[in-house]
């Protein structure tokens, strides 16, 4: 079968760095997404990896290695408003996505 | 503006009555997703649409019909609720399933069955 998994739920203080993993287990790849959902809202985009290596987008980057089915989010000076939930997802051989369960990040002063 | 739009934002539905989520995009999509979000299960898929014409079943269909008439509507119907189908429900639609495009969401609706 086809398996993500997170965290279910990590505490951070504002200002430091925080690293959420994801490890996956899935019928072919084609890339990974993180995602961010604040409470009450919709997931919204994050970041994209296909290829292994950091990609660095401010605040944030995201790290992939295809052969340990691994991928970690590297959220750096956090700040109150990065308390929300982090998903990962998978594009699977047939181009489906595959969601993790996500993982509460919980920021506090 | 361009999006993914859902309609009602938030319903109370009483059991056994039948309900259609609305889903709407304007971006031209080929795929489109319904999803349900309940605590700690993450996003469960119900239905799919690779295209306009074809629907295909997620990890949990039961109790759910949708259809895709055409490229911009993708509508979930509960036949005759019950109080398990409440939950948020979203919308997403993507590009295509010929690569390795992002989904967008839309704003949720929280379906409350009692």
């Known amino acids: 079968g086809q398996n993500i998994d997170q965290p279910t739920e990590m505490t951070a203080t504002e200002g430091a760095i925080v690293q959420i993993n994801c490890t996956y287990q899935t019928s072919g790849f084609n890339g990974l997404f993180w995602y961010q959902q604040h409470a009450g809202e919709a997931p919204t985009f994050l970041s994209y990896?296909?290829l292994d290596g950091l990609e660095e987008k401010g605040r944030f980057s995201s790290f992939l290695s295809r052969s340990k089915g691994y991928s970690y989010l590297l959220l750096k000076e956090l700040q109150m408003k990065d308390s929300a939930s982090y998903l990962c997802?998978?594009?699977?051989?047939?181009?489906?996505?595959?969601w993790g369960a996500g993982t509460k990040l919980i920021i506090k002063p | 503006i361009a999006g993914i739009t859902q309609a009602p934002t938030s319903q109370i539905l009483a059991a056994g009555r039948r309900m259609t989520l609305r889903c709407t995009q304007d971006m031209r999509h080929n795929a489109m997703y319904w999803y349900r979000q309940d605590l700690g299960l993450g996003l469960r898929l119900i239905h799919y649409s690779n295209t306009a014409g074809t629907t295909g079943k997620g990890e949990v269909p039961d109790g759910y019909s949708v259809s895709r008439a055409n490229t911009d509507d993708f509508p979930l119907t509960l036949a005759s609720a019950v109080p398990s189908q409440t939950s948020v429900y979203f919308c997403?639609?993507?590009?295509?399933?010929?690569?390795?495009?992002?989904?967008?969401f839309g704003q949720g609706t929280r379906l409350t069955v009692v």
């Open positions: 997802a998978v594009i699977d051989s047939n181009y489906q996505l595959i």
């Open positions: 990896n296909v």
């Open positions: 997403a639609s993507r590009t295509g399933v010929d690569r390795a495009s992002e989904a967008f």
